[in-house]
Every structure is written in structure tokens, then in C-alpha cells.
């Protein structure tokens, strides 16, 4: 049995003109002889207006009631999908993430997949030619409904195709693949035809929305290939596979940016053992993801100490940093949330010297100054003053030749 999974996101089953468009690509993946399992995100805007919805009967709506009202956006897509299949004759039935089943944790909102029933899946396969399940949700131990969180519906498409062992997980959503930047602020990035899982994985994490980051560590670990393509278009897009020596030849692949974020700096805090952890212990304990991490050399027992968290997780952190001063001996707490962080992405990097020097003297050139540096094997981040993100990006684009 071939099985290939397409998923299809909010914008493309946002009407009826969108789902029959949506209807031909199934329609050319059965004259192929598929089996497809085809997961649908709800309509473009519906999880808003649920959510608005919510917040208007609560202030603080029950994170497990809210997983039952968010569910109803992808069964009304599924529902209404089936529909027009069975309309066009083709054999096919609607399925919800409890009826699979897929099994998830309790956590509320941002649950994580333990396991996918395939035998069942299987079954269905070999009765229908297309079983279209809702995206982003599932079901904890209890039966009771749950949801993976925003861009959830790229993490159950590419568990069902590493469950079902698929050929491809075709993602279709209203871009026509992967860029090597954001093409609204850089007029000449390129498509890229194919990109490497750990690239992918750190241009999702810099807030590239083209993949949810989970859908990309599930392809990786299951050695998922994915197919990002634009629904509206037969014009191949971007694969998203094992790395290869092509892709090596490449000293950088992509530039991306992330503006959402703060910086915190701690003025004189003890420079002792056991002082970061005091620090960012508590902070961990919140769920809140700390980044970027810089201190400075001691000067007579003290130190600074600086950091990057979310924007939206900023007054939290310090609310957290307020209640510990005095034990880590802070005199100051700074905050700027006028920040962004712009990268330079490429597996190409474990293998050409000078990318370092070559991107800090791009961003001197326009007198852009770098705040903090980090760096990864295939990755090196600088952190900017917010309004010069958009010249940043432009500039180390054209400094690695990305536009040619």
C-alpha cells in the first residue's frame, strides 16, 4: 500500500473555492495510485474567533474545556471536506483525533503525541482511499480532548506519516515553499529546493512560519521527508530532507529573524558558584524559555549578567528576577524589549571557515551594533536594536550571496 499524508492549513480550506481547489490535488495524488491520509488545519480565522469567543464567557478560560472548543475548528473542516469528496465519488471518511486514536499527554493547549493506534489507521486505509483527519488535536488517557498548540496540524500530519511510514508528508499551506529569508522584507530571497532537517529546525525556532518547529523534530527523528508547497500552485516546492554533500557546498543557506524579543540585564550580582542557577532555576519552573545567555568577566566578586526571553513573557521574568535580588546581590535590574535577534543559517558552516567574520562585517558596515553573540555549529545569532532588523536581514543576505 502507497500512503502519502497532505496536510492542508487554514488559508487553504478557508471556502469552498479554496477545499475544491484542495479537492484536485487529492484527486491527483489517487490517480497515482495513493492511499491518502489528508489532515486538515480549521478555516483561516476560526481559531481566532473561538478564541475571542472564550475569553468573552471568561477571563481565564479551563485550559481543558478550551482544548473541546478549539477541536471544533478542525471537525467542521473535515466534515464539510469529506463531504466533497464523497460528492466526487471518492471513498472517504472524516476522522477526529479521539477516534484514531492519538494519544496524547495532559497537557492542555500544548500537548504532547505518546502514540498513534496504526493498526486501526491501517484497517481504515484498506477500506477507504482517503480518511481526512482533523489536525492539531488528539485525546489524553482519559478520552478527553486535547490540542498540540498553535501550527499544531504539522505536527499530527507528519506523526501520522511517520506512524503510517508514508512516502512524503506533503505540506500545503499559501506559500510555495521555503525561502532563504522573509520575502516581504527581502525582495530577492530565493526558494530553496531543498533544505536540511537541522536547518529547517533552527529557522522555525527563529520564528520562520513556514513549519511548526515540532513537525520538523518529529520528520527528523522518524526521517520524515516533508514537501512544503503552495496549494494554489502545481510548481514544486521545498523539501525538507536528510542532509547530503550538496548541501554541504553551501556556506549559508538562509537568514532569519526573530522579533519577539526582551533583553534583561542583572547589574553586580554575586560572581560565586551557584548564582546562574539561583537565577534561572525559578525562571524554568515558570515555563519560560530563557535564549540568548551572556556574563562578563568578574570585577571584585561581581558581575553583569544578560539574557533574552519571549516579549510576552517579559514582565513575568522580572516579577521572578524582583523576588530573588536581593539573595543574587543584584544593584539593577535592565529591561529592553526593543530587540530582535537575526541568524545566519547553514550546514555548509561546519565545513567554510570565516562566516563570523564575514556576517559581524556586513552588520559594522551598516553601522548595526551586535548586543550579544551565540553561536551553534550550524548557526550564529546577533542581537540587534529592533529597528534595524529588516536593513540586518537585507544586508547579511546580500553579504553571503543568498540573492544570486
Not at 205 to 220: D, P, T
Request: hydrophobic content about 40%.
Amino acid at each position: 500500500m502507497r500512503i502519502l499524508v497532505q496536510k492542508f492549513g487554514g488559508t487553504s480550506v478557508a471556502n469552498l473555492e479554496c477545499m475544491l481547489k484542495v479537492r484536485e490535488k487529492v484527486s491527483a495524488a489517487l490517480d497515482k495510485g495513493y492511499k491518502l491520509v489528508v489532515v486538515l488545519s480549521a478555516m483561516s480565522g476560526e481559531t481566532n474567533r473561538l478564541i475571542d469567543m472564550a475569553q468573552k464567557w471568561s477571563p481565564r478560560p479551563d485550559p481543558a474545556e478550551m482544548d473541546v472548543l478549539l477541536a471544533t475548528g478542525e471537525q467542521t473542516s473535515v466534515a464539510l471536506f469529506s463531504m466533497l469528496l464523497k460528492d466526487k465519488g471518492i471513498k472517504a471518511r472524516s476522522l477526529l483525533g479521539y477516534q484514531i486514536p492519538i494519544q496524547t499527554d495532559k497537557s492542555f493547549g500544548k500537548a504532547r503525541i505518546l502514540d498513534i493506534d496504526t493498526d486501526r489507521l491501517e484497517q481504515m486505509l484498506s477500506r477507504f482511499d482517503v480518511l481526512v483527519a482533523a489536525g492539531f488535536q488528539g485525546c489524553d488517557c482519559e478520552q478527553r480532548i486535547t490540542t498540540l498548540g498553535r501550527g499544531g496540524s504539522d505536527t499530527s500530519a507528519v506523526a501520522l506519516a511517520a506512524a503510517l511510514k508514508a512516502e512524503m508528508c506533503e505540506i500545503y499551506t499559501d506559500v510555495d515553499g521555503v525561502y532563504t529569508t522573509d520575502p516581504n522584507i527581502c525582495s530577492r530571497a530565493r526558494k530553496i529546493p531543498k533544505i536540511a532537517y537541522d536547518e529547517m529546525l533552527e529557522m522555525a525556532s527563529m520564528g520562520a512560519k513556514v513549519l511548526q518547529i515540532r513537525s520538523v523534530e518529529f520528520a527528523k527523528k522518524y526521517n520524515v521527508p516533508i514537501h512544503v508547497r503552495s496549494t494554489f500552485s502545481d510548481e514544486p516546492g521545498t523539501l525538507v530532507i536528510q542532509e547530503d554533500e550538496t548541501m554541504e557546498s553551501a556556506m549559508v543557506s538562509g537568514i532569519a529573524y526573530d522579533k519577539d524579543q526582551a533583553r534583561i540585564t542583572l547589574v553586580d550580582v554575586y560572581d560565586e558558584p551557584g548564582i546562574a542557577a539561583r537565577v534561572f532555576e525559578p525562571i524554568a519552573a515558570a515555563n519560560i524559555v530563557v535564549d540568548m545567555i551572556v556574563q562578563n568577566p568578574s570585577r571584585e566578586g561581581r558581575t553583569d549578567m544578560t539574557f533574552t526571553v519571549p516579549k510576552s513573557s517579559l514582565e513575568d521574568t522580572l516579577a521572578i528576577i524582583e523576588k530573588i535580588k536581593t539573595d543574587i546581590g543584584a544593584r539593577d535590574i535592565l529591561a529592553d524589549p526593543n530587540v530582535a535577534k537575526v541568524s545566519v543559517i547553514g550546514v555548509g558552516m561546519r565545513n567554510h571557515s570565516g562566516v563570523a567574520a564575514i556576517a559581524f562585517s556586513a552588520l559594522k558596515n551598516e553601522n548595526i551594533n551586535i548586543m550579544i553573540i551565540s553561536t551553534s555549529e550550524i548557526k550564529i545569532s546577533c542581537l540587534i536594536e529592533e529597528k534595524y532588523t529588516e536593513l540586518a536581514v537585507r544586508t547579511l543576505h546580500e553579504a553571503f550571496g543568498l540573492d544570486k
